[in-house]
């Protein structure tokens, strides 16, 4: 760009990509599929895997212009900037480094002039040696006995990625085996109906608490863990907290506020984003109670994997520089303002979610990096669910309704394959027969002369066409391990990048939620003095006035 404070949208590039959506509209997947050479050169392998965009409304032309919007927007530097600690979130005047949370153990990667990957690795190592303890019986809790169960407490980052990584490796056969025995357990809502479901079943004799917050501040967060305190006091006295409860965060004074043994916490830093923290303490203790660092470790490495190709791949190659460059042609260019995540995996039933926050928390922003308002969308709703669960809800919209681009992602090894002597298929064939015919029948439709042939009713025939034209990618993974959990959980959060270096914004701030940080103390002060004191409801508009009316009138909450 010529100045740095020029909007992507200025640029020739951006300009060649808006008048090139005339000839896209023009076509038809039905035709661009029957190009096997446009077909070959949208697939992808890498370290296992394999990337298949043909399904994409975009040609070889297409591509050729995205890569010259990257060179618009200085991908390049970007990225490298990135890698080498600047500034980069510069709002918050932060670095933005969680690929070092990852990166092997002779790497140099400097934050302010500084290596982190030995401050990484300590705390790494910390966790092994803690979580061994734990798991052997070495550590034991008040009345001496061993803690099998661990309640994760932490909400937005620092729950979405571990519970999306702890559900996908749950029922991988080595996994499964080094979790045995032992429990873990998320608690996120301040909705006390979330604690009750947590402690269900568990003992707080053999429990142990990880308080889990980049901020230790965090309401929801904070509450959560005085009520899971005081459920542990109450049971075993004030000094079983020493024993039972220890903490994850970059504030350490806060943790010893709260009384939690400094000893007994983890660190992580101000350069990793809340969003991006499952690789850090975040993600790893709590994931190395369960499984043992081992393998935990493992889906560093596969998170790492990804690390390198995204910093040294060419562009053309560069399975989350591709990603973020057609999300961008689909969002800002084709007009279609939502991703749809389908996984044909129930294991990655978490992954929806952890990208919402990953995505949408990353871009949807209204200003670019210098301030200056956007005249284009930047960001996308995504959502999704695992097929075939899916296809039996929401997959009526996305083949007959609006266009939501889609993510197919399928496994080729089932963690937990089944097959019943007499059925035609097994069960995994089953699901993936789903995986690979979705993406044709939205990419190819059915036109009313097929259904003329197939003699459908006349009447019938307009309900039961299907326009096609509808644009997906399928990512096939080899097997669903810790190591390849590691390899999406990378794509993903690069992927996200890459678009928001594209759309000129800081995918690293979010102050937006920081509002909704604060918006409830007010409705909290009036809680608690008109149940205290019976003070009227004041400086509210009538609407949120006669509901908490209602509520306070109306509700048996305990009277302080
Ligand atoms: O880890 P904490 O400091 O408790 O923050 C938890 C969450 O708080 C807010 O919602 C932020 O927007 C999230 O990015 C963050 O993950």
């Known amino acids: 760009m010529a100045s740095s404070t020029a909007l992507i949208c200025d640029t020739e590039a951006w300009k060649d990509l808006k008048g090139h959506v005339e000839d896209i509209k023009k076509t038809h997947l039905r035709d661009l599929m029957s190009d096997a050479n446009r077909c070959q050169s949208m697939m992808m392998e890498f370290d296992g895997l394999l990337l298949d965009y043909s399904r994409q409304r975009a040609t070889e032309e297409t591509m050729d212009k995205l890569l010259n919007l990257a060179k618009a927007a200085q991908l390049t530097e970007k990225i490298s900037r990135m890698f080498s600690g600047d500034h980069i ?158 903490a994850v965060s970059t504030n350490l004074a806060l943790v010893e506020k709260f009384g939690i043994d400094p000893n007994n916490a983890f660190a992580f830093w101000d350069w990793v984003g809340g969003r991006y923290s499952v690789c850090s303490a975040v993600g790893v203790l709590p994931l190395s109670l369960q499984y043992g660092f081992s393998v935990v470790e493992k889906f560093l490495k596969g998170a790492s994997s990804i690390d390198q190709h995204f910093q040294s791949t060419p562009f053309e190659k560069n399975i989350p520089v591709l990603l973020g460059l057609l999300s961008v042609w689909n969002v800002s260019f084709l007009g279609y303002p939502a991703r749809a995540i389908l ?51 929401f997959y009526q919209l996305i083949h007959q309704g609006r266009v939501i681009p889609c993510d197919f992602i399928g496994i080729v090894k089932s963690q937990q394959p089944v097959y019943l002597k007499g059925e035609v298929v097994s069960n995994h064939d089953e699901l993936m027969s789903n995986f690979f015919a979705q993406p044709d029948a939205l990419a190819y439709g059915k036109t009313p002369e097929q259904l003329q042939k197939e003699n459908v009713s ?66 909290r002060k009036q809680l608690h003095s008109s149940r205290t004191q019976g003070t009227a409801i004041e400086g509210f508009n009538y609407s949120t006035t006669t509901l908490l009316k209602r509520y306070l009138e109306t509700s048996s909450e305990p009277q302080i």
Not at 157 to 173: E, K, M
Not at 343 to 356: D, G, R, V
Not at 361 to 384: A, M, Q
Not at 469 to 487: D, F, H, I, W
């Open 89 to 246: 979130n510069s709002t918050e005047n932060r670095s933005v480094l969680h690929a070092a949370l990852r990166a092997p153990k002779d790497a140099v990667i400097k934050a302010d002039g500084k290596n982190v990957v030995p401050e990484v690795w300590n705390v790494l190592d910390k966790i092994k040696d803690f979580s061994e303890k734990i798991r052997s019986g070495s550590w034991v809790g008040a009345t001496g006995k061993p803690l099998k169960d661990v309640v994760a407490v932490g909400i937005g980052g620092s729950f979405l990625g571990p519970l999306f990584v702890h559900t996908a490796i749950q029922t991988d056969p080595e996994a499964l085996q080094s979790a045995k025995g032992r429990q873990l357990r998320f608690l996120a809502n301040i909705d006390p109906v979330d604690v009750a479901r947590n402690i269900n079943g568990l003992n707080p004799e053999t429990t142990l608490v990880v308080v889990v917050s980049k901020t230790f501040t965090t309401a929801e967060t904070m509450l959560n863990a005085r009520t899971l305190r005081e459920w542990i006091t109450t049971a075993l006295g004030a000094s079983a907290v020493a024993k039972h409860m220890v």
């Open 343 to 393: 996984p044909y995996s129930q294991a990655l039933e978490k992954f929806a979610p952890h990208i919402q926050q990953v995505s949408m928390e990353s871009n949807g922003k209204g200003v670019s990096i210098d301030g200056l308002p956007l005249p284009y969308e930047t960001g996308e709703i995504d959502f999704g669910e695992p097929g075939t669960n899916g296809q039996h809800s």
């Open 458 to 523: 006349e009447n019938l025939i307009p309900h039961k066409t299907f326009s096609g034209n509808r644009p997906s990618l399928s990512l096939l993974l080899p097997e669903l391990t810790a190591y390849s959990v590691g390899q999406l959980l990378a794509i993903y959060e690069h992927r996200v990048a890459v678009q928001g270096f594209v759309w000129g914004i800081n995918s690293f701030d979010q102050w937006g939620v920081e509002l909704g940080k604060v918006l409830a103390t007010q409705v």
